[in-house]
């Protein structure tokens, strides 16, 4: 059960970081470094989430 709470949340840190980074993108001058950090921020969640996932699916826990 705290697998799946932590693969919930790791997917809403995401699509909260796609949507800052939308946004970043809309907003910010040829400068800013913020959509940059949102990106790295958003790859590196997502290998959270992929190992996750394995981890899951390896142990039984998903599936």
Same mark, same amino acid.
Request: aromatic share 10%; no cysteine.
């Given at each position: 059960? &705290?697998?799946?709470?932590?693969?919930?949340?790791?997917?809403?840190?995401?699509? /909260?970081?796609? @949507? @800052? =980074? @939308? $946004?970043? &993108?809309?907003?910010?001058?040829? /400068?800013?470094?913020?959509?940059?950090?949102?990106?790295?921020?958003?790859?590196?969640?997502?290998?959270?989430?992929?190992? &996750?996932?394995?981890?899951?699916?390896? @142990? =039984?826990?998903? $599936?």
């Amino acid at each position: 059960m &705290l697998l799946k709470i932590l693969i919930a949340l790791v997917f809403l840190a995401m699509v /909260t970081s796609l @949507a @800052a =980074g @939308a $946004g970043f &993108l809309l907003r910010d001058d040829a /400068t800013s470094r913020r959509l940059l950090v949102s990106l790295k921020l958003r790859v590196a969640l997502a290998a959270i989430l992929l190992s &996750l996932l394995f981890y899951g699916f390896y @142990a =039984g826990n998903l $599936g």
